[in-house]
Each structure stands twice: as C-alpha cells, then as structure tokens.
C-alpha cells in the first residue's frame, strides 16, 4: 500500500508552484538589468520561426544575422554595434502584439523589424504605433501604403503588393494576352490580387474574363477547373501554400499542351524547388520575382556580395544544403531595411532613444537608395509621406527548370498615387 | 441569502487584491502580460462553465470569442459608436450566437457534441473569410484611432495607457469572476455539476436538463465573447484567427491546466501557458515540443488540472 505524507506533499506541490512562478518571472528581471541604453543599438526582430510561414521565417533569420555581420564588422551604427534579439511569433497575429509589448517593455528595443505576413503585420501596428516603438515592416502589405498604421511605421525595401501587381499589367497585355482568367485564394491575400489586376488590366485595354476564387481548406482543384473559359489567352495564378504542387498537376491534367499563357506570383513557390518533376507543367510560363532567385547572366557586383554574405549559391538554395531552397524573391527586405535603418540612424547621430523622433524623421526625409552592397536588388524611391518604398520588378520565364529574367519594370512602371501622408500625423 | 463557500470568497478576494498590487510591484513588460493573461482567462472562464462545470467538452469555442470581437470591432469600426457601447454590443452579439449555436448543438451529445462544435466553429471561421470586404478576412482590420480613447462619467478613459488597460482588464476580469461565483457556488451551478455527473439522475429529480445545458452554453459563450470584445477593442484589431480551431483549442488547455471545474483554475492555466509560450519561445525554437512534453507530464501527474488536484487532494471547497 501506498502510503502518502500529505504535509509533505503539499508542501512540495507549494514549492514547485513558487518555484515555477519564479522561473516564469525572473527573465523578466535579467532582461531589465541587460538592457542598458547607449551601449548598443538592439533591433527587436519577431520572425515567423514556426507556422505557416516558416520558410520565409527562417531565412529572414538568416539574411538579418548575415546583415548584421556586415554591418558590424564595419563598425557598426554611430560607432555601436547592433544587436538582434530573435522572437518567434508563430505567424500569429495575437503573438505578434504580444512581441512588440515584449521587445518595448522587457527588451527595450530601439526598433523592431522582420514582420512579413500582412495579418500579423496588420495587428502589430496599432499596438507598435500606441508604444512608439519604430516598427519596420519586411512585408507586401498595401495597408501601410494606404494609410492604416501610423507614423511609426515604415516599409524601406519591398514594394507593396498594388505596386508590384499593377506594374505587371502592362508587360502582361504586350505580351501573353488581354484575356485574363485570375485563380486566386479566397482570402483578402488574394483579394489584393484580383483587385489590383482587375484595375490594371483594363488600364491597358484588357479584361478579366472570369475570376476564380479558391477557398483556403481546398485540397483538390479540379472541379474548378472547367471553369476556366476557352477564350482566355492568360492564366493569373496566386496560389500560396502546400496545395501548390496539386494545383499544377490538375492544371495540367485539365489544359493538356494546349494552354494558354501563364503567370503567376513566385510566392507560391518560394522555398520550392522549380525543377522538382511535379512541377514541370511550370515549364515556359512566366512568374514575378521580387529578387530574382537564380543568377543572371547580368548578375550585379551587389548580388553577388549578397548572396555571397548570406550563403546562397547561385540557383537561390543554400550554399550548405543544394535542396534547402531560398525565399530568395522576399528575403533582400530584411537586409535592405537593415541598411536603411542604419542609414536613418546615421542621419540623426541616433545614440538611444531621445534620438528616437530625429531618426524617424530621418527616415521620412530619404528619397531613395543607389544599387549598392546595402541594396542588391537595385535602386528604389523611398515616399517619406506614404513611408513605402518602391523598386524594379522582375519577370521571369521558367526555362530549363531555372528561372530567367525577362523583363525588368521601370520604378515608374510601379507608381501610383498617395494614398496618405504620415507626415502630417503627429508622433 | 446565504453565503456559500466563503473560503472560496475570500480567496476570490485576495486574488483580485494581490493582481491589483501586482501592477506596482512588476516590471512593465510582466503587467503587460498579466493585461493580456485576464483577458485571456475571461475567455478560459467562460469555457470552463461549460466544459469544466457542465462537463460539455466544446471544440469551437473560438466562434464565441469571435462574435464578440467582431461585434464591438465592426460597430465601433464601421458606425463610429463608442467604446463602451462597442463592448455592450460584442456581448449582446456574443449572447445571440451563443443561444442559437446552442439551441442547435444541445440535441447530440458527447462526441457528436463536439464534432457539431467544431463545425459550427469552423463555418463561422470561413465565414469572416466569405466576408472578407466586411471583415477584412484574414488581414483584418486595424481600429481607427479615435476608437482609442473613450470618455465615462466625466473621465477620459485612454486605452493606449498602460495602467488604464490593465485596470480595465482587471475591473472587467473581477466582475466576471464575481458573476461566476454566484452562478457556481449557488443552486443553478450545482444543477451544472448535476448535469455533469449524472445527467438521466438530474432528469429523473424533475429538472429539464436540456434548459440547464442552453443557460450553461449561453453564459459560457457570452463570457467567452466578452473576453473577445474586450481584446479587440484594447489591442485595436480584428482578424479571422481569431476565429481559428487553434483558438478554440487554447481555451481548452489553458482550462485542462489550472483545473476544470475550479472557479480560479482557468487564470492559473492561462498564466503558466501563456508565460510558458512566451519564456521558453526566447530561449528555444523547439518551444511548442517543450509544452507539449509539459501538457504530457501535467495530464499524467494532476489530470484534473493544478487547482483540481488541490482540490482532490486537501481543499475540497476549491471549486
């Protein structure tokens, strides 16, 4: 028989329970005592480590330690070397506040940056704007661009979602056809898409002949398939998540050889490999690339480094693992904003936080970014009232199983009118 | 009118005193987080009415939360109303479809009661989908600024303060912990436990037991929905994941960890996940594996959760 000492028990229990509530309080504590205001420059950086956007998380994680090597190597910002504290927010928006509360209250960060899917970037905002915390968005997000956030936040490196969509249109209607057919999911992801394309197709004499809304829990396509009208001469698709691979080869059981053209965001296939056989169907069909993933014939001197810095050879997988594929056409974000932070933080002699309003400020007052190491896609316009960058866009053919950059957009090809002005909103 | 389990009180009481000190004694980034721990144990108290006090095990009660997010963010969003009249109307939404929800899913029992949760739950989700230009779908939206700050007998009430979220939190977090230790420590809560423990005796006593179930599944998914007004308007937005299954879940473990059926568990099992999730995520990325080792352990050792094990084991009147 078992025969049990209650006091002690219970004493125990009691123990374990003051024990565990000091262990779950105390790094509380030690994170208060290492934060010490002018000895470093910390970035908070809350990357998608797990969910549904992981692979785009873990290399975001990479390229950011890759900049910040770089960026300390060469003395760091104002003569400080920068630290980063890595968060994982589970590519959950609820996460995501609780991040910018953590990083603000507990780690004391001089900015956060790194966030990429548009929801959890959409709930962060508001509580990154209530905190004053400067919040750097590595995402697509129209919403920034379109006056939802607030002053303190900014989107240096990738152009948002209506510029890149927009600025397809026309090389879309010279080209492949003026008879679109969108596939896109049944989520506002999708619903940015079909918006903006819609728009600016008929911008260029074109029209949307049918558009085909998929909801998120479908696994098998082909009932959406007879859909697709036989006048269409091209196919829009966005189709992001596993599914993919089950979208192709429908698509390709349902058209056969005789097709019509096809386009489609490289979002889908980021982390993928093109040359894998189940997606051989994408064979001579077209696809944006925000940073193209392969290396060109006309490859930069900037790309190079980049890659280089980051460890990815030249068909966008790491140089460690050949089938650990890149998010190649996202992740320049993450070290462009490095270095355009570094360079607002240089602008205003930032040395902590009573510097905070001069370096936003500073931000604000940049028009732009030469091709350079710090901005290997190219060049861009930065819109210190709308807080947007804006960048070439590359389309790229799939020959051989690699992608090939055909066409390169002119910045003004992806312009479009303010939507805001941050600037007259006070800090 | 007799008082019922005045330990119980009493320890009601010193924990509201103790959380109220708490604000002064901790560093910013823990009040912060205790903010966000007794929103999230208002949602945990809401389901453990129905799954620890009813022992109906819910698998949506995402929807719950959601109606309630969704009512008081699209009224404030859309028609400009004021915060708290946001926040009465997230309740009244959350009552409504917690009472039709109920009326529909009380006729299976068991394991069909769960699956037709987990249903309702999932065709509530797709529909803040569905309804993406109303909603903002997966994006969500962001609250306007002006719906940051309300005014209330004469004072101004700014949500983007500190101290003001948390004593909100607190005040909106006592007044459902006083309304539940009437209902539980009362007649109608021991017609729950009865229910739970032998529903056909219950019936054969005389007591209609599916109205029982209704008023459980009711109170239940309006208190869930209060906690989801609540979050939406302090944290200023609205999103589909918050109606998700892995929201619904959450609720669940956050109940199973401090104790099913105990008036207090629910705030103990959300502080030690959530403090979990949020200590252990800095350290490893293998977090979730930890926890889920942990939820492992903790089912093996106090299967009725921490307080319920207390409760089993030295204090019966903790419940």
């Known amino acids: 028989m078992r025969v049990m000492n209650k006091g002690q028990n219970r004493?125990?229990?009691?123990?374990?329970?003051?024990?565990?509530?000091?262990?779950?309080?105390?790094?509380?504590?030690?994170?208060?005592?290492?934060?010490?205001?002018?000895?470093?420059?910390?970035?908070?950086?809350?990357?998608?480590?797990?969910?549904?956007?992981?692979?785009?998380?873990?290399?975001?994680e990479r390229t950011a330690n890759a900049a910040l090597e770089v960026i300390n190597a060469g003395g760091g910002i104002n003569g400080m070397p920068v630290e980063m504290i890595v968060e994982d927010d589970g590519t959950d928006p609820k996460r995501g506040v609780e991040l910018i509360e953590k990083f603000s209250a507990e780690h004391k960060v001089d900015a956060v940056f790194g966030h990429l899917f548009s929801h959890v970037a959409a709930a962060t905002a508001p509580r990154a704007g209530e905190l004053k915390m400067p919040y750097f968005l590595c995402s697509e997000a129209h919403t920034l661009a379109a006056g939802g956030f607030n002053r303190y936040c900014f989107q240096p490196s990738i152009s948002d979602v209506k510029s890149q969509v927009s600025s397809m249109a026309p090389w879309i209607s010279e080209n492949l056809g003026k008879k679109i057919t969108l596939i896109y999911p049944d989520y506002a992801f999708g619903y940015d898409h079909r918006d903006n394309m819609t728009?600016?197709?008929?911008?260029?004499?074109?029209?949307?002949?049918?558009?085909?809304?998929?909801?998120?829990?479908?696994?098998?396509?082909?009932?959406?398939?007879?859909?697709?009208?036989?006048?269409?001469?091209?196919?829009?698709?966005?189709?992001?998540?596993?599914?993919?691979?089950?979208?192709?080869?429908?698509?390709?059981?349902?058209?056969?050889?005789?097709?019509?053209?096809?386009?489609?965001?490289?979002?889908?296939?980021?982390?993928?490999?093109?040359?894998?056989?189940?997606?051989?169907?994408?064979?001579?069909?077209?696809?944006?690339?925000?940073?193209?993933?392969?290396?060109?014939?006309?490859?930069?001197?900037?790309?190079?480094?980049?890659?280089?810095?980051?460890?990815?050879?030249?068909?966008?997988?790491?140089?460690?693992?050949?089938?650990?594929?890149?998010t190649y056409a996202h992740m320049f974000s993450v070290w462009e904003t490095l270095f355009a932070m570094k360079q607002a933080m240089e602008m205003a002699d930032y040395k902590g936080p009573d510097q905070k309003i001069a370096f936003l400020e500073a931000m604000e007052s940049i028009e732009g970014f030469e091709a350079s190491n710090e901005f290997p896609q190219g060049e861009k316009l930065f819109n210190g009232k709308t807080h947007q960058a804006f960048s070439h866009q590359n389309i790229s053919k799939v020959t051989d199983g690699k992608l090939d950059v055909v066409y390169r957009t002119s910045i003004e090809e992806t312009l479009y009118e303010d939507e805001t002005d941050y600037t007259q909103m006070s800090f | 009118m007799t008082l019922h389990n005045g330990k119980l009180l009493a320890l009601c009481v010193v924990t509201v005193i103790v959380l109220f000190v708490l604000q002064f004694v901790l560093p910013p980034y823990l009040t912060l987080a205790l903010t966000r721990i007794l929103i999230l144990s208002v949602f945990a108290m809401g389901y453990n009415m129905l799954m620890?006090?009813?022992?109906?095990?819910?698998?949506?009660?995402?929807?719950?939360?959601?109606?309630?997010?969704?009512?008081?963010?699209?009224?404030?969003?859309?028609?400009?109303?004021?915060?708290?009249?946001?926040?009465?109307?997230?309740?009244?939404?959350?009552?409504?479809?917690?009472?039709?929800?109920?009326?529909?899913?009380?006729?299976?029992?068991?394991?069909?009661?769960?699956i037709v949760t987990l249903m309702f739950a999932q065709a509530g989700y797709l529909m803040t989908l569905q309804f993406t230009s109303i909603t903002g779908g997966d994006q969500g939206l962001t609250l306007p600024t002006d719906a940051r700050s309300f005014g209330l007998f004469g004072f101004v009430v700014d949500m983007t303060s500190d101290t003001a979220r948390f004593n909100l939190a607190l005040l909106i977090f006592t007044v459902v912990l006083g309304v539940l230790f009437a209902i539980t420590q009362g007649p109608l809560g021991r017609l729950f436990v009865a229910v739970r423990e032998n529903e056909p005796r219950t019936q054969m006593l005389g007591f209609d037991t599916y109205a029982i179930k209704l008023t459980a599944f009711t109170v239940s998914g309006t208190i869930s929905g209060t906690a989801g007004a609540l979050y939406g308007l302090m944290f200023g937005y609205i999103g589909s994941s918050f109606a998700g299954f892995q929201n619904s879940i959450e609720a669940l473990l956050y109940t199973l960890i401090g104790g099913p059926g105990t008036l207090l568990g629910p705030l103990l099992g959300t502080a030690v996940m959530t403090m979990l999730i949020d200590r252990l995520s800095g350290i490893t990325t293998a977090y979730l594996i930890v926890i889920g080792v942990l939820l492992i352990v903790v089912n093996l050792w106090f299967p009725k959760g921490i307080l319920g094990t207390i409760r089993d084991r030295w204090l019966g009147w903790l419940k």
């Open chain 1, 11 to 60: 004493r125990s229990v009691l123990a374990g329970l003051a024990g565990t509530g000091l262990l779950l309080a105390s790094p509380g504590i030690i994170g208060r005592a290492r934060a010490q205001a002018g000895d470093a420059i910390r970035l908070g950086a809350p990357f998608h480590r797990t969910g549904i956007g992981a692979s785009y998380g873990r290399w975001y």
């Open chain 1, 199 to 326: 728009a600016a197709i008929k911008a260029q004499g074109g029209e949307v002949v049918a558009d085909i809304a998929i909801p998120p829990t479908e696994t098998t396509f082909t009932r959406y398939m007879p859909r697709i009208p036989f006048n269409t001469e091209v196919i829009y698709h966005v189709m992001v998540g596993p599914a993919v691979m089950t979208f192709v080869k429908e698509l390709g059981e349902h058209l056969g050889s005789n097709r019509p053209e096809i386009f489609g965001f490289i979002d889908s296939l980021e982390a993928v490999d093109i040359g894998i056989p189940q997606l051989e169907y994408l064979e001579g069909t077209h696809f944006w690339e925000g940073h193209a993933r392969y290396a060109q014939a006309d490859q930069t001197e900037f790309d190079k480094f980049y890659r280089e810095k980051v460890g990815v050879d030249e068909n966008g997988a790491s140089v460690d693992d050949a089938r650990d594929i890149s």
């Open chain 2, 52 to 114: 620890g006090y009813t022992g109906l095990l819910s698998l949506g009660h995402a929807m719950f939360f959601a109606a309630g997010l969704y009512a008081a963010g699209l009224s404030t969003y859309y028609w400009g109303v004021t915060l708290p009249v946001a926040f009465l109307l997230g309740i009244i939404g959350a009552f409504a479809v917690s009472l039709v929800i109920g009326l529909l899913a009380l006729r299976t029992q068991a394991v069909s009661f769960m």
